[in-house]
C-alpha cells in the first residue's frame, strides 16, 4: 500500500515511486509508492524529499520524469501527456542546477575570436607528458586574437607565452581559431589562409612559458575560421572560406609539400600588408586532402568523438556533412533550413549540436537510422550562435555562445513539445560582466560573443567583441554524467 504524505489532502492524488542514481541522497530500498496531491509542483516536491531524508539542512532538488524536468504542476504533467492518475508515476530527483558565478575577466588589446583550455581534465591535458597541470591554478588558457597572436593564461590573469609575430613565423593577419593539441602542442588558424603548429615549453615552475613556431600549413585559398585536433593520430581538421574541409598532419615527416603558388601569394600578400620579409625558416607543408562538397563557405568542423576517421563538417550552405577521412570521400549530407555556425558532438545521445545563424540550436542525429533531421531545437538567443562546447560533466548539457553578447547553458532534458516538435529551453544566461550595468545591447553590439570552452576545472570560458576573456563556474551546473 502507497504510504500518504501529510502534504497530500486534496483533490486528485497520483502515487509516485521516488528514484534518484545518487547514493548519498536516495531514500531507504524498501520506500515504496507515495501518494501525493496532482497540485504539487517543483519546490513542494523538493521539501517532500527533504522531509524524506530527514536532511539538516534543505536540499534543492529537480525532478525528472520520463527523462524530462519537472516545469509545471503534476496534474498539468499528467494532462499534457495523456496519463492517468491510477498510474503509478516514477519520478526522478536529483540536486538542483547551481548558477555560473564570476570569476575573472582578463583583458586584450583587441577582440578574442578563439578560446581552449588547457588541465589535467581537459581532452589535450590528457594527451602528451611534459607538464600536466596538477591543480586549479595551474591550469592554462589559450586565446586567440584579431591583432594576431595568441596568448597563453594562467589563473591569475597573467600572460605566461605569446606566440611569434609576422616577421618571425607568426601569422599574418587575425587569428580565427585556436587550439591545445595536447600538453606541448598548440594549433592555430586564420584570415592569412594557414595553419599554424606551435611547440609549448613552460618553465619547471610554471612562471613563464613559450610559443614556437613548428610548421606552417599551406593550402586553403581563403580564411581558415575553426581547427579541431585529434593528438594520437597526428591529425588536423580545418574549415575554410574557399568550401572546403583541410586534413592535415601535425609531423613534418608525413606531411606533403606545400603547394609553391600558395606560399608565394602569402608572402606577397604579408610583404604588402606588413611591408616585412617573412621568415621561411619554419618547415612548410601542405594538406593530407581537401576534402570539396560543400557550396558555401565552411565554418565549423570537428572529429566525430568516438571514432578519428570520421569528421563532421557545418557550413553557410545550411548543411551537416560525414566524411570518411581514410578515404577523403563524403558518406552523409544532412540539409537544415539555415546557415549552420558552429558544431559540437553529444557523443552518449549520438546527437551533433549546430549553431545557426536562425539563433536556435539544432539537435541533429547523425546516423544513418535516423528518420529525421532534427530531433530537438533549442531556443533562446536573439542573434547567430557561432560558438558551441559540451558540459565536461554530463552528457546532457550544452555551452553556447552568440552574437546577442550572451552565453547560454542548455539540458536537453529542459525540453517542451510544440507545433515546431521538441523545443529546447536554456536554463542560465550569461551575460558579459563588463556590460551589466549598461543598457543592453541591441543584437549584442559591442559585446558579441565569438569562442566559449567549458572544463571541469576551469570552468565556463567566454571571449569576443569586448575584448575580455571572461571566466564563469557552477559546479554541477547541469548534473552529473548521467541522470544528473
Same mark, same amino acid.
Given at each position: *500500500?502507497?504510504? &500518504?504524505?501529510?502534504l497530500d489532502?486534496?483533490?486528485?492524488?497520483?502515487k509516485?515511486?521516488l528514484?534518484?542514481?545518487?547514493?548519498?541522497?536516495?531514500?531507504?530500498?524498501?520506500?515504496?509508492?507515495?501518494?501525493?496531491?496532482? #497540485?504539487?509542483?517543483?519546490?513542494?516536491?523538493? @521539501?517532500?524529499?527533504?522531509a524524506?531524508?530527514?536532511?539538516?539542512?534543505?536540499?534543492p532538488?529537480e525532478f525528472l520524469?520520463?527523462?524530462?524536468?519537472?516545469?509545471?504542476s503534476?496534474? &498539468?504533467?499528467?494532462?499534457?501527456?495523456?496519463?492517468s492518475?491510477?498510474?503509478v508515476?516514477?519520478?526522478?530527483?536529483?540536486? =538542483?542546477?547551481?548558477p555560473?558565478?564570476?570569476?575573472?575577466?582578463?583583458e586584450?588589446?583587441?577582440?578574442?575570436?578563439? %578560446?581552449d583550455?588547457?588541465?589535467?581534465?581537459?581532452?589535450?591535458?590528457?594527451w602528451?607528458?611534459?607538464? %600536466?597541470?596538477?591543480s586549479?591554478?595551474q591550469?592554462?588558457?589559450?586565446?586567440?586574437s584579431?591583432?594576431?597572436l595568441l596568448r597563453?593564461? #594562467? *589563473?591569475?590573469?597573467?600572460?605566461?607565452?605569446?606566440s611569434?609575430?609576422?616577421?618571425?613565423?607568426?601569422?599574418?593577419?587575425?587569428?580565427?581559431?585556436?587550439k591545445?593539441a595536447?600538453? @606541448?602542442?598548440?594549433?592555430?588558424?586564420?584570415?592569412?589562409?594557414?595553419?599554424?603548429?606551435? $611547440?609549448?615549453?613552460?618553465?619547471?615552475?610554471?612562471?613563464?612559458?613559450?610559443?614556437?613556431?613548428?610548421i606552417?600549413?599551406?593550402?586553403h585559398k =581563403?580564411?581558415?575560421?575553426?581547427?579541431?585536433t585529434?593528438?594520437?593520430?597526428?591529425?588536423?581538421?580545418?574549415?575554410s572560406?574557399?568550401?572546403?574541409?583541410?586534413?592535415?598532419?601535425?609531423?613534418?615527416?608525413?606531411?606533403?609539400?606545400?603547394?609553391?603558388t600558395?606560399?608565394?601569394?602569402?608572402?606577397?600578400?604579408?610583404?604588402?600588408?606588413?611591408?616585412?620579409?617573412?621568415?621561411?625558416s619554419?618547415?612548410?607543408?601542405?594538406?593530407?586532402a581537401?576534402?570539396?562538397s560543400? *557550396?558555401?563557405? %565552411?565554418?565549423s568542423?570537428?572529429? =566525430?568523438?568516438?571514432?578519428?576517421?570520421?569528421?563532421?563538417?557545418?557550413s553557410?550552405?545550411?548543411?551537416l556533412?560525414t566524411?570518411?577521412?581514410?578515404?577523403?570521400?563524403?558518406v552523409?549530407t544532412?540539409?537544415?533550413?539555415?546557415?549552420?555556425?558552429?558544431?559540437t558532438?553529444?557523443? &552518449?545521445?549520438?546527437?551533433?549540436?549546430?549553431?545557426?545563424?536562425?539563433?536556435?540550436?539544432?539537435?541533429?542525429?547523425?546516423?544513418?537510422? =535516423?528518420?529525421?533531421?532534427?530531433? *530537438?531545437?533549442?531556443r533562446?538567443?536573439?542573434?547567430?550562435? %557561432?560558438s558551441?562546447?559540451?558540459?565536461?560533466?554530463?552528457?546532457?548539457?550544452?555551452?553556447?555562445?552568440?552574437?546577442?553578447? @550572451?552565453?547560454?547553458?542548455?539540458?536537453?532534458?529542459?525540453?517542451?513539445?510544440d $507545433?515546431?516538435?521538441?523545443?529546447?529551453?536554456?536554463?542560465?544566461?550569461i551575460?558579459?560582466?563588463?556590460? $551589466?550595468? &549598461?543598457?543592453?545591447?541591441?543584437?549584442?553590439?559591442g559585446v $558579441?560573443?565569438?569562442?566559449?570552452?567549458?572544463?571541469?576545472?576551469?570552468?565556463?570560458v567566454?571571449?569576443g567583441?569586448?575584448?575580455?576573456l571572461?571566466?564563469?563556474?557552477?559546479?554541477?551546473v547541469?548534473?552529473s554524467?548521467?541522470g544528473?
Open positions: *500500500m502507497a504510504d &500518504e504524505h501529510p489532502s486534496s483533490n486528485t492524488q497520483v509516485l515511486q528514484t534518484t542514481r545518487h547514493l548519498d541522497i536516495s531514500l531507504p530500498e524498501n520506500t515504496g509508492p507515495i501518494l501525493v496531491n496532482t #497540485n504539487l509542483r517543483r519546490y513542494a516536491l523538493s @521539501t517532500l524529499v527533504n524524506l531524508l530527514e536532511t539538516e539542512k534543505p536540499i532538488f520524469i520520463n527523462g524530462k524536468y519537472l516545469r509545471a503534476i496534474d &498539468e504533467y499528467l494532462t499534457a501527456n495523456g496519463i492518475a491510477e498510474t508515476l516514477t519520478v526522478e530527483y536529483l540536486r =538542483a542546477i547551481i555560473p558565478i564570476h570569476l575573472a575577466s582578463f586584450h588589446d583587441d577582440w578574442i575570436s578563439s %578560446v583550455i588547457l588541465s589535467s581534465t581537459s581532452t589535450p591535458g590528457q602528451g607528458s611534459t607538464i %600536466v597541470p596538477k586549479l591554478g591550469d592554462r588558457i589559450l586565446s586567440g584579431y591583432d594576431g597563453v593564461w #594562467n *589563473m591569475s590573469s597573467e600572460v605566461v607565452a605569446t611569434s609575430a609576422a616577421a618571425y613565423g607568426g601569422h599574418t593577419s587575425s587569428i580565427k581559431a585556436a591545445f595536447s600538453q @606541448t602542442l598548440a594549433v592555430s588558424s586564420g584570415l592569412d589562409r594557414t595553419i599554424r603548429v606551435w $611547440k609549448y615549453t613552460e618553465d619547471a615552475e610554471g612562471f613563464s612559458a613559450s610559443l614556437s613556431p613548428q606552417e600549413l599551406y593550402g =581563403a580564411s581558415v575560421d575553426c581547427v579541431a585529434h593528438y594520437p593520430s597526428s591529425r588536423i581538421l580545418s574549415a572560406a574557399d568550401h572546403s574541409v583541410g586534413l592535415w598532419s601535425t609531423r613534418k615527416s608525413d606531411a606533403p609539400a606545400a603547394p609553391a600558395l606560399i608565394q601569394q602569402s608572402n606577397t600578400r604579408s610583404a604588402k600588408r606588413r611591408k616585412i620579409s617573412t621568415s621561411t619554419t618547415p612548410q607543408r601542405g594538406p593530407l581537401l576534402l570539396k560543400h *557550396m558555401a563557405p %565552411v565554418s568542423t570537428i572529429f =566525430a568523438p568516438n571514432d578519428a576517421t570520421v569528421a563532421y563538417s557545418t553557410w550552405d545550411h548543411t556533412r566524411w570518411d577521412l581514410p578515404t577523403a570521400s563524403l552523409d544532412r540539409t537544415t533550413s539555415h546557415a549552420l555556425l558552429s558544431l558532438a553529444l557523443p &552518449e545521445l549520438n546527437l551533433i549540436a549546430v549553431g545557426t545563424s536562425a539563433r536556435h540550436i539544432t539537435l541533429i542525429d547523425p546516423r544513418a537510422s =535516423a528518420t529525421t533531421i532534427a530531433a *530537438m531545437t533549442l533562446g538567443h536573439t542573434n547567430a550562435v %557561432v558551441l562546447s559540451r558540459d565536461p560533466s554530463s552528457a546532457y548539457g550544452l555551452l553556447s555562445g552568440s552574437h546577442d553578447g @550572451t552565453c547560454r547553458i542548455w539540458d536537453v532534458r529542459s525540453s517542451r513539445s $507545433k515546431d516538435g521538441v523545443v529546447g529551453e536554456s536554463i542560465y544566461t551575460t558579459r560582466e563588463n556590460a $551589466k550595468s &549598461e543598457p543592453r545591447r541591441v543584437g549584442g553590439e $558579441k560573443v565569438f569562442g566559449v570552452c567549458w572544463d571541469v576545472e576551469v570552468g565556463i567566454s571571449a567583441e569586448d575584448k575580455r571572461q571566466i564563469n563556474r557552477g559546479n554541477g547541469v548534473g554524467k548521467f544528473g
